[in-house]
């Protein structure tokens, strides 16, 4: 166990061929060298599959790559799929699973999350699982019990000596894409205070070490006060980190902020 970090990453989607990813991956470690304090926290990329082993390569260690998904078999007639093996081969820190656009465009269900999360446990691969309500469900007061049931959907069953490599990143749908409506510092603590409750019913002390990240119109402007006033373990960005220099000036910002991380450890 070592001290808990927090998390500052973003996602690419689809977008930037392998050379713009490694454009990209240069020049924010470039910035970096100029951010004091930027090593205090646990940076992360994921980028288009096609770029992963580029960006790893690129990034020398200065921060974690992820995938942006993954077949839940390990092998198979799985047409354009992508497995764990083949992830754990080019060294990938985590895998992002169940993004609301996966969830609503690709069908993406609890059960096959479920599968998808043990699979990626077993090659030693951590999942970022990406929880969230839908606008309509937030309205008629039922966000609290959807988050609830993806979250024990996915990792209902996960062995205790697997706990510490969980990680969930709270979207409200509501929140992301660019005509998103940033969720306030009050929101975002009331959700982090559920869905820490919802992890300590299913795994008890051992729910301490998953860190919460949360990921909807993060910017420049208000990461520091969702990361302190929110009360949560991490940022996970979109559009506002999908250039070097806006990404750096996030990491600029909550480093000059001195944000520090709450109680507790995480395994890395």
């Known amino acids: 166990m070592t001290p808990r970090r927090l998390f500052l990453g973003t996602g690419w989607k689809m977008n930037k061929t392998v050379r713009e990813a490694v454009d990209y991956t240069q020049r924010l470690i470039a910035h970096l060298r100029a951010i004091p304090g930027h090593d205090s926290f646990q940076l992360f990329v994921v980028p288009s599959f096609t770029a992963i082993e580029a960006v790893k390569r690129a990034a020398g260690g200065k921060f974690w790559v992820g995938a942006q998904n993954m077949h839940w078999a390990k092998e198979g007639a799985f047409t354009g799929e992508i497995s764990a093996p083949m992830l754990s081969e080019l060294g990938v820190d985590l895998v992002e699973l169940g993004h609301a656009e996966r969830r609503m465009y690709f069908n993406e269900t609890d059960e096959a999350l479920h599968r998808k999360v043990e699979t990626a446990l077993e090659f030693n ?40 490599r969980l990680m969930v990143a709270y979207e409200p749908v509501w929140a992301i894409g660019e005509h998103g409506t940033a969720a306030t510092p009050a929101d975002l603590r009331e959700m982090q205070e559920h869905i820490r409750g919802t992890l300590a019913e299913m795994f008890s002390d051992s729910a301490a070490s998953i860190p919460i990240l949360y990921g909807g119109t993060v910017n420049e402007m208000n990461a520091v006060s969702l990361l302190v006033e929110g009360s949560v373990d991490g940022l996970f960005i979109g559009r506002a980190a999908w250039q070097a220099e806006g990404f750096a000036g996030i990491i600029r910002a909550c480093a000059n902020a001195n944000v520090s991380p709450t109680t507790g450890v995480y395994s890395t």
């Open 125 to 164: 691969i951590r999942p970022l699982l990406c929880v969230g309500e839908q606008k309509e469900e937030r309205d008629r007061g039922s966000g609290r019990d959807v988050v609830a049931r993806q979250l024990r959907g996915a990792f209902e069953g996960t062995p205790p000596a697997m706990v510490s």
